[in-house]
């Protein structure tokens, strides 16, 4: 019901927004989700072709991370390799693609116009922004155990979590 309350609440409560501006509205939420599937299918054309190919025209910089894990039917230790991508959307942030994720929500949020309707309708993208600024937090946490000095080389050429230049 969080995901669906500003839609529910239009139901009963026209926006009052004019054609135009629900439109521009609408079309900036679809840059939302038409960039943040880019965004994914940039990371998986970079792993399937284990970095043999262009992101945005140029040949992509990345870090190859290599880590260990248990094998569990031997016991073993195992070294695994992971390329870590820091070019195209990657490069500009770790978690960019949560950004375009926000703009949507944002802008779904939007069209149910909090300034004639009230705060409520908000609801949704202020919970999924404090959800995906945590998951970017627990990722950090993750990537810095897993990965180790190699995550932080990744750090320092992607210095930005979500927003590119703010966080």
């Known amino acids: 019901s969080v995901y669906t309350f500003h839609s529910r609440f239009l139901v009963q409560n026209p926006s009052r927004l004019s054609f135009n501006t629900a439109l521009g509205i ?5 840059a939302g989700v038409l960039l ?12 399937a ?4 190919c262009k992101v945005w025209g140029s040949q992509p910089k990345y870090i190859t991370a290599k880590y260990t894990i248990v094998d569990r039917k031997t016991g073993k230790e195992v070294e695994k390799t992971s390329l870590l991508l820091a070019s195209g959307f990657w490069g500009m ?6 950004f375009f994720e926000l703009t949507a929500a944002y802008c779904w949020c939007l069209l149910a116009n909090p300034f004639q309707n009230g ?4 609801f949704y993208a202020v919970f999924l ?4 600024v945590d998951r970017a937090k627990r990722d ?16 320092e050429l992607v210095p930005y979590k979500i927003v590119p230049g703010v966080f």
């Open 26 to 30: 609408f079309i900036l939420s679809m």
């Open 93 to 98: 942030a770790r978690h960019f693609q949560y």
């Open 140 to 155: 950090t946490d993750k990537c810095r155990l897993k990965y180790g000095k190699y995550y932080q080389e990744y750090c």
């Open 36 to 47: 943040n599937y880019a965004a994914d299918r940039e990371r998986d054309i970079f792993r």
């Open 49 to 52: 072709s284990n970095g043999k």
């Open 119 to 122: 705060i409520l309708v908000m």
């Open 129 to 132: 922004t404090a959800l995906l």
